[in-house]
């Protein structure tokens, strides 16, 4: 199948320019709406122009082995794009000898590529870009995969999230997700801080989080510079 020419639509341009102009943006954009042809314009402009030596692109598995390479086969301008698996057998040897534009992993990776990288200074490290594909998967502060990207985001130049539902079970989900962006000087280092600041606890035990009167407002104004939300209508 031939490569189609990418001509995004103006919506697009919008996203791409924000993810050019900032060093972190968050596509908070519906599905369907191209977050991985937006993300990989951005790409593309920002290798052309030598602001990225290679890009690590954390996703769940089926976006990793399909949607990503299917976006770059599809697209005329993307073909040019070489990317690697740091999943399976083989991911050692496609961190270490690869030479690709795209690492792509899953989050249950993470962990693992944590530990490799600990012993290695940033400079040597293949990539210097990251985009969390479905950044829900790191909402949870206290998961094992948030923690270890924590150790290791902020080495990053540029970081990006991608998700078209950043709050599946309200507010308390932006929390790992923001982190990613700006290593907590929005929300709050800590989930504690975030918690009560914006939350109060309710329930049995205390173990319920509610967000006070005007927390939707507040949070949605700090975060408002990081962040594109977009919708199908």
Known sequence: MLAKK???HEYQKTAIKLMISQAAAGML???GLGKTSISLGALNILKLKKLTKGVLVIAPLRAAYNVWPDEIAKWAEFNHFSYTMLHGPDKLWSLNEADADLYIMNPEGVPWLAAQLASRRPETWPFDVLIVDESTKFKTSSSQRFKALRSF???FKR???LTGTP???GLLDLFGQIFILDLGNTLGRYITQYKNEYFYSSGWGGFTWVPRINAMKEI???IAPLILRMRHE
Request: charge should be positive; avoid cysteine; proline fraction near 17%.
């Open 167 to 169: 709050t599946p079970n």
């Open 6 to 8: 990418y001509a995004p």
């Open 220 to 222: 949605t104004e700090k």
């Open 159 to 161: 970081r990006y999230i």
């Open 153 to 155: 985001v902020g080495k």
């Open 29 to 31: 954009l519906d599905p």
